[in-house]
């Protein structure tokens, strides 16, 4: 009999707000190599940042054939409520960068500050995140937990990340709750993500992106 063929990783460019959201991508980078390669630009920026890459880096547009996935990994502010459909512009645009299948992008939101991603490493709650003072109290919840954390810290970041099951349980709960208040649905369908970027209550999408790693393994 013919050996089975080995299936190609996919492919996965990631986008980070900040240098948070980049140790912690290069966390999943690790946890996940054998079913995932997944790449991020050394500079963060988001939506902007990816549409001038693809546009102006010739590697970049040479890749986009064999990309599978393109994710931004940010948080969700009031401020940023009124650049939806500009960044939705963007999001289709890099769709369409490759043919039979399209690029599925993902967005890995978090409300407030990566800090109540990462609280719910240990926590299921849902606090209002939208004040300097209600981030603070997401970070001293969050120091309470592991003293050593610091915006930024690769190793600490990553010991917090390997308890990602429970995260992934309590956030998809942080989504789940938010039907009450009219969330059109759980799916990740741009409806429900322009949904969750102009209302800006608490959840977090991040384990969106781990379900779909640990369904490759």
């Known amino acids: 009999m013919p050996r089975p063929t080995k299936r190609s990783k996919s492919v996965i460019l990631v986008f980070c707000e900040g240098k948070s959201e980049q140790v912690y991508t290069d966390f999943l980078k690790k946890e996940f190599g054998d079913v ?10 988001l939506f902007d940042e990816a549409d001038n890459k693809f546009k102006k880096d010739k590697k970049y547009r040479e890749d986009a054939e064999v990309t599978d996935e393109v994710w931004f990994f ?7 409520v009124g650049l939806w459909d500009a960044r939705m512009k963007i999001i289709k645009r890099l769709r ?6 399209g690029i599925k992008v993902r967005l890995l939101m978090t409300t407030g500050c990566i800090e109540y991603w990462l609280m719910l490493h240990y926590d299921m709650y849902a606090p209002s995140i939208q004040t300097i ?3 603070q109290q997401v970070m001293d919840r969050l120091l309470a937990k592991e003293p050593n954390y ?6 600490v970041t990553a ?24 969330l059109p649905g759980l799916e990740d369908t741009d409806e429900r993500n322009r949904w969750l970027c102009q209302k800006c209550l608490t959840f977090s999408t991040v384990y ?3 379900d779909f790693l640990t369904s490759l393994q």
Request: no cysteine; glycine share 6%.
């Open 159 to 182: 010991k917090i990340a390997q308890n990602y099951p429970t995260a992934v349980i309590n956030a998809r709960q942080t989504v789940s709750n938010l039907r009450q208040h009219g």
């Open 36 to 45: 995932a390669a997944i790449r991020r630009p050394a500079s963060t920026g």
């Open 150 to 155: 610091r915006k930024g810290d690769a190793a």
């Open 74 to 80: 940010f948080d969700v502010e009031t401020k940023d």
């Open 208 to 210: 969106e992106a781990i």
């Open 96 to 101: 369409s960068l490759r043919k039979k299948p």
């Open 133 to 135: 003072a209600e981030k």
